[in-house]
């Protein structure tokens, strides 16, 4: 399984979290997924995942631009949702998404 989103800050909540896992010795994906299982691995994914999504939607609610060469927030989400569709990403990746973005206030999405 593959689970694909967009962010600016996605890469470097990888590198953090790869960092400060594992004593700081920054294991790639393959050694640290043989360390501590694929369920926890998993489990690491979800919350990385929500931490992006959260701070993703922090920036749709100050008004700064979605990036990734999207004219607006809706085509951001529009493909967000959809990559995650398309790569097999359990239903609560998207679900998640779309409730966040309600919690907030946001307008529903088009997709």
Partial sequence: MKIIWYSEVAGAIFLLSSFTCCGGRG???AVHSAMHGEDERANEDWQTFQLVIRITIQDELKGDSPGGGFKSWGDHWAN???NNREHG???KYVDFIISERRRVGLPELNI
């Fill in 89 to 91: 990403s359990p239903k």
């Fill in 27 to 29: 294991q790639d994906l």
């Fill in 80 to 82: 967000t949702i959809k």
